[in-house]
């Protein structure tokens, strides 16, 4: 309602369309390309489509309740704001929203349970913080700052991916467990072969 749509149910509709959509791209991509290629391609142009609504609420009046200012007629602003959040809401569901929940396959058999168990506090204990906090962070620091904020987690998120987040595309269970040998990104690239004498 704030970016001027009369009917959000529709809006939420084709969101959730578009998630539902590319879950099923990233199940088929996944294994094929990798999950390091696939982050490294999507977190970048998720950031982009939040860069792309924090402009478009620039030229959305809006006052600290989040109301739009009396008599406001909006345009071009909420269809951009629109587009960009199926834009991110593409490339989140086929990239780091479901690759997310795939990391299981780094951690060792000895330690996987402990592993998966700390990955899903860590992406429910994320997504709790994003909850709770956006409404005030939105009254506080105005949409285009909030979105502009997440712009740049996502930047943060590209460096992390880039320099610490191995591709496993093609290991075996028993190459994996050398974890530490292929950590960061330059030996990342090529995992020696396993002397098998």
């Not at 996944?30 to 290629?37: F, K, P, S, T």
């Not at 000895?110 to 429910?124: A, I, N, P």
């Not at 105005?142 to 979105?147: A, I, L, N, R």
Request: charge should be negative; glycine fraction near 8%.
């Amino acid at each position: 309602m704030q970016v001027g749509f009369d009917n959000p149910v529709a809006v939420g509709t084709i969101v959730a369309a578009v998630n539902f959509i590319f879950t099923f791209v990233n199940l088929i991509l996944v294994d094929r390309v990798g999950r390091r290629r696939i982050l490294l391609s999507t977190v970048q142009f998720m950031g982009f489509a939040l860069i792309i609504s924090a402009v478009a609420f620039a030229y959305i009046p809006t006052r600290h309740d989040l109301t739009l200012e009396p008599g406001t007629t909006i345009g071009w602003p909420a269809k951009l704001v629109l587009v960009s959040v199926v834009i991110y809401t593409a490339f989140y569901y086929s990239g780091i929203g479901n690759t997310a929940w795939l990391f299981s396959a780094l951690f060792a058999m000895e330690v996987r349970s402990m592993g998966t168990m700390m990955m899903t506090c860590t992406c429910w204990g994320s997504n709790i913080v994003v909850a709770s906090t956006f409404l005030t962070q939105l009254e506080n620091t105005t949409p285009s700052g909030t979105y502009g904020f997440y712009a740049g987690i996502c930047l943060l998120d590209y460096v992390a991916i880039y320099f610490c987040y191995p591709e496993v595309a093609g290991m075996t269970l028993e190459d994996i467990r050398d974890f530490h040998r292929w950590f960061w990104h330059q030996e990342s690239q090529g995992y020696p072969e396993t002397d098998k004498s």
